[in-house]
């Protein structure tokens, strides 16, 4: 496996733990009473854990796996790839900090955007990919 793709798996695991975690801490009353405090941002804050930080991760990390082998392809941008890597996994970590930490709460949008522009690398690299192979430009 390419390095690129046991990152993001870790990342993954990583991801699912902090958020398993956090959902259990919600479950015990004194704590959800402390969290809830905040409204609903641990809800929030869980979500994007379990969803962007677990299901994407492990999603990605097992599409840059297989579709371009399914493809008979190299990945059109390993440091594409790294960069998604990066910015995703740094912005969901500054995402769940805005939501938790009312200070920085007006860099929520930052993070979102951040986030959003690390999936929308995933889907430059994986169309580029996809592409190329239907031009024939074989680069396995």
Do not use: C
């Amino acid at each position: 496996m390419h390095p690129l793709v046991i990152r993001f798996i870790k990342a993954s695991l990583i991801w699912f733990a902090l958020a398993s975690t956090f959902g259990m801490l919600l479950t015990i009353p004194a704590t959800r009473d402390a969290l809830f405090g905040l409204g609903g941002v641990p809800g929030r804050m869980h979500g994007h854990m379990m969803l962007a930080g677990f299901m994407s991760n492990i999603v990605i990390g097992v599409a840059y796996h297989i579709l371009p082998r399914f493809l008979g392809q190299e990945l059109h941008s390993y440091p594409t790839g790294y960069l998604h890597f990066w910015t995703g996994n740094i912005g969901l970590v500054g995402l769940a900090l805005a939501f938790l930490i009312k200070g920085v709460s007006a860099l929520l949008p930052v993070f979102g955007v951040t986030v959003g522009v690390s999936f929308l690398l995933f889907v430059y690299n994986i169309w580029s990919t996809f592409t190329a192979s239907e031009k024939g430009e074989m680069r396995a």
